[in-house]
């Protein structure tokens, strides 16, 4: 495994454990390839997925869908840990959408998809910016 793996899941972790004070777990499972590894998540000891991520690729596209899929796989253990399926919110909209892992140049970006707006950069969010 490379540095990369840890790199990607550590900004989209620091993330969730911004805005929500949830307990989450990242293991390696396996390799598929040398190009990817299978990386186990366990959210409050409610759920546990395993996504595929990029060895050694830290670009701005791989990031942003790594916190896709992350995002999507969080948002099905939130309400069993008492918090709404909304993750991460939307400051502009609160309590209607998620926000949105796109790409802004060479930057992966959270952002607003109703109003067109970045919001912050992965991997930056505090609890003033999100629920």
Known sequence: MTVALPDLLT?????????????????????RSKRESIV???????????????DGDTSARELAEVADRVADELVE???????????PECPLHPGSHPLEARTDGHEAVWSCPAADARIATIGSLAGANVR
């Open 11 to 31: 900004r989209v972790l620091h993330d969730v454990s911004a805005t929500y004070p949830l307990r989450v777990a990242c293991e390696p499972v396996r390799s």
């Open 77 to 87: 253990v939130l309400p069993a840990a008492g918090y709404p399926a909304i993750w």
């Open 40 to 54: 186990r998540i366990t959210a409050e000891g409610l759920a546990t997925v395993e996504i595929s991520v990029p």
